[in-house]
Structure formats: C-alpha cells, structure tokens
C-alpha cells in the first residue's frame, strides 16, 4: 500500500480502536489487498504456483482503486471483519481475480467461490463479541466523525504488482513474507 494509504488506515485504526472493542486491529504497515487465501500450501505446491502465475498476471494491466466507505463482513448482526472499501477499476481487478482463479484450480488448489469485495481489513472481531457490540459497532460506523475522516481523506492506491505471499502467524498478529513479485502491464510497456 503506498504511505497515503497505510496513513489513512492507521487514522481510521486510532479512531475506532478507542472503544473498548473485542477487535484485533491490524497493524497499518501490514495492509494489503488479498485476491485468494490458499491456506496451508504444501511448499511444492507454493512452487507450481509461483511458476504459474507470470504468465497468467502478465496479461493484465495496472489499475487505480480509491478508499472508500466502511463496511463488515459477512453481515451487520455477526461482525467479524471491520473493512475499508476499494473502489475504482474493479472491473480490471475482478477479470485479474478471476484468471487467479482459474490458474489456482488448474493446479488442484482451493478457491473461495465468493464474489469479490475489494476491501483493506482494519480489524478482526475476536470470539464472542458481547449481545449489543454489532449495534454499537454499526453505531460508530455510521458517526459522522469516522465517515468524515474516510471521505475527506480517501486515497487513490495503484496496483501495479501482484504477489505472492506467505504470511507468518505470531503473537502480534502476522507477517507477510513476498515469495514472488509479478509486475502488471503498465502504460510504459
């Protein structure tokens, strides 16, 4: 993400963050945008996968998104993902994800068959949220402050790579390690 963006995340991540909230935050210098979560990948499947996507990445031309609206998955009674919306050239994004897709099955991997919503995570729900958190969730959600601070600062990201990454789980949450960069076809090709 480029530091407008990581900066905007950890503005929004200081304002939300000072409810006593069961929410893991993400750390701002950790975002990303996730096209497909593998799961525990067997390294030599990990290396098929690298030797794949080049081609497959190749195709497709760099895009702009813009920070956007906040929002939840899956739903607003059971909260577990606090995000930030990506708008802009999804269409570029959502053919890059789909031929993602179709390369990761051709190689017996698995693919979440749901819809893509570009998004940045904020934060992570914890188990069992309290009775009235989604209410009180939505509430601050929908505060003028918070919507101000994400319209009025919203921020163009441009993708220009693909990677492929292992995250590392840790007691401060995880890292990511870049396995493979792709370049996307830019203007200047």
Same mark, same amino acid.
């Given at each position: 993400?480029?530091?407008?963006? =990581? ?22 210098? =950790? ?58 050239? =999804?269409? %570029? ?32 729900? %914890?188990?069992?949220?309290? =009775? ?58």
């Amino acid at each position: 993400m480029p530091p407008a963006a =990581t900066d905007l995340v950890d503005r929004i991540v200081a304002e939300l963050s000072s409810a006593d909230w069961p929410v893991r935050w993400v750390a701002p210098d =950790t975002v990303h945008l996730t096209l497909h979560f593998l799961g525990d990948t067997a390294p030599e499947r990990a290396e098929l996968l690298r030797m794949a996507l080049a081609p497959v990445i190749a195709r497709h031309r760099a895009l702009t998104l813009n920070t956007g609206g906040l929002g939840v998955f899956p739903d607003e009674r059971r909260p577990r993902v606090i995000w930030l919306g990506l708008s802009g050239q =999804t269409d %570029r994004l959502v053919a890059l994800h789909g031929d993602l897709a179709d390369a990761l099955r051709s190689l017996d991997l698995p693919v979440e068959e749901r819809l893509l919503r570009p998004h940045i995570t904020l934060g992570r729900v %914890r188990d069992n949220p309290s =009775t009235g958190f989604p209410v009180a969730l939505q509430r601050r959600l929908a505060d003028p402050t918070i919507r101000n601070l994400v319209a009025q600062s919203a921020v163009s990201v441009p993708v220009t790579e693909v990677q492929l990454v292992r995250s590392i789980l840790g007691r401060t949450g995880a890292r990511h390690e870049p396995l493979a960069r792709y370049p996307l076809e830019t203007d200047e090709d």
